[in-house]
């Protein structure tokens, strides 16, 4: 049997959970997506000048025109393909929305019901429509109820587990209330949105909350274990919001790197067509660090041409992070931390 330990929660924010500087944060997931493919074109460039300054090399090799048209076709073909697998990523996404009636108004119906869920949590006729308020609205929805624990908790005649029950609602209400602010007057498009709501752990507060509940609900009469379940039943409902918004964020994401990486092909396509056909390395004089004018020109140029490339890997790159730290729903923390569960094999 496993125990929560209420004295030692996850950090507040994904970066703290997963120990992670700033800078890997911001290249991974918070920095602006074309910022980070400059930033890996410029560290492959400055890798290539490196190895051309203190590697075996010679520059002469590269006076030949012959050897930069081989060099640009394959970068040509480099082009292609990713242009290529954008645009079959892209039909794939329009095929899902292209769907018969009776599958859209299921598909109504079902968002609908837990709309409905929701507005009887929240005490709302009506839940907000947007993403952003509607994440805050479950935030705070479980901050209502963990302090309708505590004062529950502090009117019961049992003083058993109050201390861990206290504690446990003072840190959910802290991190709500700093979540709830971060969600306000966010508007839906990237990053911005889902950032909060995954820095809300509520994997462990939602195993927090129906381990005390096992452990000391029924020693404190029926109005704690009601406050239990309104915790529970808005934590419950958080996890299934958040892969919903999750999924609509990936479908955003993959727009967006679709409609950069075509609009970013354009120059290396024309780059690559003259590097081919005009180019030639002897026309172009002068010496700058020990390195020709020519090798200097032609490394810039290759790495312009790959610029859809490390759009695409940029994205890619996010994408996979948010999906690697959101695989599972519900009640399951699957990075390995002493600060989210400790065992207690004496209670078997």
Request: proline share 5%.
């Amino acid at each position: 049997m496993s125990r929560a330990d209420i004295d030692s929660p996850p950090a507040d924010t994904m970066r703290e959970r997963a120990d992670a500087g700033r800078l890997k944060m911001w290249f991974l997931l918070t920095g602006n997506r074309l910022a980070v493919a400059a930033v890996i074109l410029l560290v492959g460039w400055a890798i290539l000048v490196a190895l051309a300054v203190v590697g075996p090399s010679s520059m002469r090799k590269l006076v030949t025109t012959q050897l930069a048209g081989g060099l640009f076709s394959s970068v040509l073909i480099a082009v292609v393909t990713t242009v290529t697998l954008v645009l079959t990523v892209s039909q794939l996404i329009l095929s899902e929305e292209i769907r018969p009636l009776g599958e859209e108004r299921a598909e109504m119906d079902e968002e609908l019901s837990f709309k409905g869920y929701v507005e009887e949590v929240i005490a709302a006729p009506v839940s907000p429509p947007g993403p952003a308020s509607f994440a805050q609205e479950l935030v705070e929805a479980v901050r209502a109820n963990v302090r309708e624990l505590e004062a529950a908790v502090e009117e019961s005649p049992s003083d058993e587990g109050v201390a861990e029950i206290r504690r446990f609602a003072e840190t959910v209400e802290a991190h709500s209330d700093a979540v709830a602010e971060r969600l306000e007057d966010r508007e839906f498009g990237g990053f911005q949105v889902l950032e909060p709501v995954l820095d809300y752990n509520y994997a462990w507060k939602l195993f927090a909350a129906r381990d005390l509940r096992n452990t000391y609900a029924d020693a404190h009469g029926d109005d704690v274990e009601a406050a239990f379940a309104g915790v529970v039943g808005a934590l419950g409902l958080f996890g299934p919001a958040r892969e919903f918004f999750k999924s609509l964020y990936f479908q955003w994401e993959i727009i967006d790197v679709s409609r950069t990486v075509l609009y970013s092909s354009i120059p290396p396509l024309a780059i690559v067509s003259y590097m081919n056909l005009a180019f030639d390395p002897s026309a172009v004089p002068g010496w700058w660090f020990g390195l020709s004018g020519a090798f200097l020109f032609t490394s810039l140029a290759f790495g312009v041409a790959l610029s859809p490339f490390a759009v695409l890997l940029a994205y890619l790159l996010r994408v996979l992070t948010v999906v690697r730290r959101t695989l599972a729903v519900g009640p399951f923390i699957l990075r390995d931390t002493e600060q989210a569960v400790r065992a207690d094999r004496e209670e078997r």
